[in-house]
């Protein structure tokens, strides 16, 4: 049994009753193959055809789709989706859809024309670049699609046991929208993903241990009118050990998410000022009204998180949710980043304590030419050997041989959350007096100011990235010692100094430190920073 709730009208009466309007076809599992780990099974049909949803613009929906497609969306009496993993993660998965009609069907000549049809005249094949599904009709009333791989699998599956197919056996698709995803079946791989991951912020260190104790997660939607709907998800544990830490994880994140909202959304308030201390107020009862909604309830092994009826709560929590949304993936995102600067003064120490010294801002020419960033002398260090030794030393970055090479930039050197290619904001502070002056590589007993006192590597904008192998870094200007610092994040921009330690300092940073921090024996005093 479903087990749901909806603040909107009771649970029992939403999910043990299933109303003619609500009435489905029974499951088909058929050609849903061992591999497939997730399905969303929808309901065009009986959507379109509800009585309550008649503002839905039916009869533009059935001209576009004979006209584009050959048949009516109406006619589809449900569609499933399906993702299935044919190799381990972190492999893409492949993606399968199984459509099937309410009466015969026909393809149109415009999707057809995107496909070459086989000799039995089932068969579709994609041809247009980055189009990746095939199609194949099975039935008159069946057609399959996917990924060429996962579709032949499809074709060929008669009858099979998963997870997934548990799952969905125990729980039929009785509503408008109905998702499926068969953790169990990931488990043992998405615990070996954790135990590769960074770090995270203590606040979101407990969702390492979701695959711990997730087994599947489903939800629902129901389209009740325009205006209003019917959604739930159900989280199940192994156990009823597991559905008591899941309820735990699920509060503390439901608390962590209502600190950062009030936090960022009073930021500008004055406690002092009447009326914005009662907004305050305000604040806090809307924010305590909406963690209740949101209150995991626990049905047996699973916990069900609650909206109500209202189809503009959903989008408004979410709204609601974005800041500390937006604050956590920024703080995982500084997590990599730190970890990646982490790594890489490491493996300059690791340089220094084989040459006794740090690497030089180049590998250059013997006259003097710089040819490849110091990112690439670093590699062996990084455990890149192999890729090290592929590079031609004696020519330049962009030379055929190496230009080549520059696409298999190591993942350390790619900032979190940054889209830049094989580009790279990981850059040495050049300069005179500076870590990385000159042409040669400076020893620890230059470093006069104290290691913890002299920045090697900075962040900087994503607007100066350079390609990893090229030799190219941050130059230190003493009259604008911070220029194209701190553009990619609200907090500041991270530094690796030269005792390994790796800190986020602020853009409002006093300029006299910053430049103080920026050389390495300059004699000068280092403020606090």
């Known amino acids: 049994m479903h087990r749901f709730f909806s603040l909107a009208i009771p649970a029992w009466l939403v999910l043990t009753a299933t109303p003619a309007a609500f009435a489905q076809p029974g499951l088909n599992t058929r050609f849903i193959p061992a591999q497939a780990f997730a399905a969303v099974v929808a309901r065009p049909q009986a959507v379109l055809e509800r009585e309550s949803l008649d503002l839905l613009p039916r009869e533009i929906i059935t001209a576009a789709g004979m006209e584009e497609l050959g048949f009516d969306p109406a006619k589809i009496e449900q569609i499933t989706g399906i993702l299935a993993l044919t190799r381990p993660l972190p492999s893409e998965p492949e993606t399968g859809v199984i459509v099937t009609f309410s009466a015969p069907y026909q393809l149109g000549e415009k999707l057809t024309s995107k496909f070459t049809r086989d000799a039995d005249g089932k068969r579709y094949r994609s041809n247009r670049p980055g189009q990746l599904l095939d199609m194949v009709r099975v039935s008159d009333t069946v057609l399959l699609a996917g990924t060429p791989a996962l579709l032949e699998t499809m074709v060929e599956t008669t009858a099979t046991d998963s997870p997934l197919i548990r799952m969905m056996t125990a729980q039929p698709p009785k509503h408008d929208f109905t998702g499926y995803l068969a953790l169990e079946s990931l488990q043992t791989q998405l615990q070996e993903r954790v135990k590769h991951a960074p770090p995270l912020p203590p606040p979101l260190q407990p969702l390492l241990e979701v695959p711990d104790h997730l087994k599947s997660v489903m939800f629902i939607t129901n389209l009740k009118t325009m205006s209003e709907m019917q959604m739930g998800v159900q989280l199940t544990g192994y156990n009823a050990a597991s559905t008591d830490r899941l309820a735990e994880i699920a509060d503390g994140g439901i608390t962590f998410a209502r600190e950062m909202i009030l936090s960022e959304a009073k930021a500008e308030l004055n406690p002092l000022d009447a009326i914005q201390a009662a907004m305050a107020a305000y604040m806090d009862r809307m924010a305590d009204t909406t963690v209740k909604a949101l209150e995991p309830q626990r049905r047996g092994d699973s916990l069900v998180l609650m909206t109500n009826g209202n189809a503009v709560a959903g989008p408004m929590l979410v709204a609601m949710l974005l800041p500390a949304i937006q604050q956590a993936r920024q703080a995982a995102r500084r997590v990599d980043s730190s970890n990646n600067l982490r790594e890489i003064v490491l493996a300059m120490h690791n340089y220094h304590d084989t040459y006794r010294k740090f690497p030089a ?71 005179p007096g500076t870590a990385f002056e000159g042409t040669a590589g400076q020893s620890i007993a230059g470093f006069t100011d104290g290691t913890s006192n002299t920045i090697l590597l900075v962040e900087t904008d994503k607007g100066q990235a350079v390609e990893w192998t090229k030799p190219g870094d941050y130059l230190f200007d003493n009259d604008n010692p911070n220029h194209d610092l701190g553009g990619n994040r609200p907090e500041g921009f991270l530094t690796g100094f030269a005792d390994g330690s790796v800190r986020v300092l602020s853009p409002t940073i006093d300029q006299d430190t910053l430049r103080n921090l920026l050389r390495r024996n300059d004699g000068n005093v280092v403020g606090d920073f």
């Open 361 to 431: 801002p180049a590998i250059y020419s013997e006259d003097g030419k710089p040819l490849l960033s110091w990112r690439v002398a670093i590699l062996p260090y990084l455990e890149e050997t192999a890729l090290y030794q592929q590079f031609h030393l004696d020519e330049p970055w962009d030379s055929e041989h190496n230009l080549k090479l520059a696409e298999q930039m190591p993942a350390v050197f790619a900032a979190a959350g940054l889209d830049l290619g094989n580009k790279t904001v990981y850059q040495a502070v050049t300069g």
